[in-house]
């Protein structure tokens, strides 16, 4: 049997001050991930054209699942042709502020001299800079950060351990996942034209949602079409990078606050017409269940969202792709943080661990 090895780079988005895997750590364990499989497959090419020797399948790497929520990245695709000017790339780079709104009766993340906990509305703040990398990806520009949940599968197309796929199949595939997952989770998603996965919002009501077709494809009602998963893939020799990023919990309106709102600064995927949404957003009335239909009676906030519904979405994720790839053997979970674990090598990054930490910011009631 073959379970889909799904390991999650841990971050500690809760914290005071917070800490988050920074993109380039992802990446390189990303890259060591495709640099096993294309060793094997080119050890079963040499072993298949001798004439002593036949290709062993045991010894072929599982399909691999890396799950992450980064520190702020605004990563840059190859359609971004003409370098950034010294004035844009400053703009990118500010301190952005990742402000916790909390409402009564929850927790604010621990500070120093505090208990952690609040009776009142309160809110707090940090800040990092964002890093700027360019990406082996189509479209232009886009972000990826705290509120986010990432998903790289790495796995070989042709592998024999799951079903072949081609390049548009693997594309489907990851869309179809996401809408599957998000749909559990009580938003309905579906495709377009453009890349990604995308919800329909009516008026200002966060909870209307138009469902489309089976799988959330062939949408034709009117409404206003938001980007709640960001999708781009690279492959090498049928070997996978790259995947979908989810927004969870993070700010996605005001044009105007480049302060606090990420996709102020840039116009994302160069799709200047189309917005951008997040589970915390369509989910205005409540977090949902997983275990009935009931909602909480709250509004769902960033701490709130990241700090459990991103491993829950991360696992879901995981099981819906683990089913629709095939594999028999369910999913296998490991947990990275720090020096990554689990013999990727990757003792350390650039001298460091590969985390970066948020610096505080001003602290101040929030204005009922």
Avoid at 284 to 301: A, F, Y
Wanted: glycine residues 12%; proline residues 7%.
């Amino acid at each position: 049997m073959t379970a889909l090895r799904h390991i999650h780079l841990r971050s500690w988005p809760w914290t005071s001050p917070p800490r988050f895997p920074t993109y380039a750590l992802a990446n390189a364990m990303q890259t060591e991930l495709q640099q096993r499989l294309l060793r094997w497959k080119a050890a079963t090419a040499s072993a298949a054209t001798s004439s002593t020797n036949t290709p062993n399948h045991a010894d072929v790497p599982p399909p691999t699942l890396l799950t992450f929520t980064p520190a702020p990245t605004y990563t840059l695709g190859r359609r971004q042709t003409t370098p950034l000017s010294s004035s844009e790339l400053a703009r990118l780079q500010r301190p952005l502020s990742l402000r916790y709104d909390v409402g009564p009766g929850q927790s604010l993340p621990p500070a120093d001299n505090d208990d952690g906990n609040s009776n009142g509305n309160d809110s707090i703040g940090f800040a990092l800079a964002p890093e700027v990398t360019h990406a082996p990806r189509g479209g232009l520009t886009t972000y990826h950060g705290p509120g986010q949940v990432v998903f790289w599968p790495v796995l070989d197309l042709r592998s024999p351990l799951h079903r072949h796929l081609g390049v548009r199949d693997y594309a489907c595939l990851l869309e179809r996942t996401t809408i599957a997952a998000l749909a559990r989770f009580g938003v309905r998603g579906f495709t377009t034209d453009n890349p990604g996965v995308w919800v329909r919002r009516y008026g200002e009501d966060a909870g209307v949602i138009a469902i489309g077709e089976e799988e959330g494809e062939g949408e034709t009602k009117k409404g206003t079409e938001r980007k709640i998963a960001a999708l781009g893939v690279h492959l090498r020799r049928h070997v996978t990078g790259l995947g979908v990023a989810v927004n969870l919990g993070m700010p996605v309106s005001g044009s105007g606050d480049e302060v606090t709102n990420p996709w102020a600064r840039i116009v994302a995927c160069g799709l200047g017409d189309k917005g951008v949404t997040s589970l915390a957003a369509e989910l205005g009335g409540g977090l949902p269940s997983q275990d009935d239909d009931t909602t909480t009676s709250s509004s769902p906030g960033l701490l709130e969202v990241t700090t459990y519904y991103g491993a829950a979405v991360a696992e879901t994720w995981a099981r819906e792709f683990a089913a629709r790839l095939g594999l028999d053997g369910g999913v296998e979970r490991f947990e990275a943080g720090g020096a990554p674990s689990l013999d990727l090598g990757l003792r350390s990054l650039d001298g460091t661990d590969g985390y970066v930490t948020a610096q505080p910011v001003q602290r101040q009631e929030a204005v009922a």
